[in-house]
């Protein structure tokens, strides 16, 4: 199975901040990553797919980098209702993997 | 607007089973692959399975950790995917959503399902 590492596994930030997650893959996945967010008590939400693409209705500030085994999620400008947990998710091969996810929290 | 609601969670003895469904409407059902994810509570997200469109001949894939026990299906008739659980244990007490494809991964979510495998 494909591992995906997702670092770091929390942060705190405060609102206006640039915020980068990063997700590693145990093996090259092309560019076949997705990016969720989940907020408490709420069904995941997909940000970005094809590792770079993004969602619509997903504010720009939000965006996706990478191919093979690096990627990477960038919040431009960190606004009150990102504080979120946030997932990569490995399309490439099965079982899909997700990683362990990273809790952006308030400094 | 795509709308998916999932039913059939509950409590469930291990060992025992259950059949979660996932209703589907606002767009057209027959076309994307399917995916079963699931959330233990507090932990992170495990993908459970994906079954393919009619023209894919419905072939499905599954987690290790459910393969042989889980079962996904669809009715295209009724715009219904279901999850039947088999042999179910302590370890597969979660939330379950059900989630459409595109793109190669889940596109839009259910807002899910709790199933309890406790005696």
């Known amino acids: 199975d494909i591992q995906m590492t997702q670092s770091p596994s929390s942060l705190s930030a405060s609102v206006g901040d640039r915020v980068t997650i990063t997700c590693r893959a145990s093996?090259?996945?092309?560019?076949?990553l997705g990016w969720y967010q989940q907020k408490p008590g709420k069904a995941p939400k997909r940000l970005i797919y094809?590792?770079?693409g993004l969602q619509s209705g997903v504010p720009s500030r939000f965006s996706g980098s990478g191919s093979g085994t690096e990627f990477t999620l960038t919040i431009s400008s960190l606004q009150p209702e990102d504080f979120a947990t946030y997932y990569c998710l490995q399309h490439n091969t099965y079982p899909r993997t997700f990683g362990q996810g990273t809790k952006v929290d308030v400094k | 607007e795509v709308q998916l609601v999932e039913s059939g969670g509950g409590l469930v003895q291990p060992g025992g089973s259950l059949r979660l469904s996932c209703a589907a409407s606002g767009y057209t059902f027959t076309d994307p692959y399917m995916n079963w994810v699931r959330q233990a509570p507090g932990k992170g997200l495990e993908w459970v399975g994906r079954i393919r469109n009619k023209f894919q001949s419905y072939a499905t894939n599954y987690a290790a950790s459910v393969e042989g026990r889980f079962t996904i299906s669809r009715d295209d008739s009724k715009n219904l995917l279901h999850l039947q659980m088999n042999s179910l244990k302590t370890e597969d007490t979660a939330i379950y959503y059900c989630?459409?494809?595109?793109?190669?991964?889940?596109?839009?979510w259910g807002q899910g399902t709790l199933v309890t495998v406790s005696s």
């Open positions: 989630t459409t494809d595109s793109s190669g991964s889940p596109d839009y």
């Open positions: 093996q090259g996945i092309r560019n076949d």
């Open positions: 094809a590792a770079s």
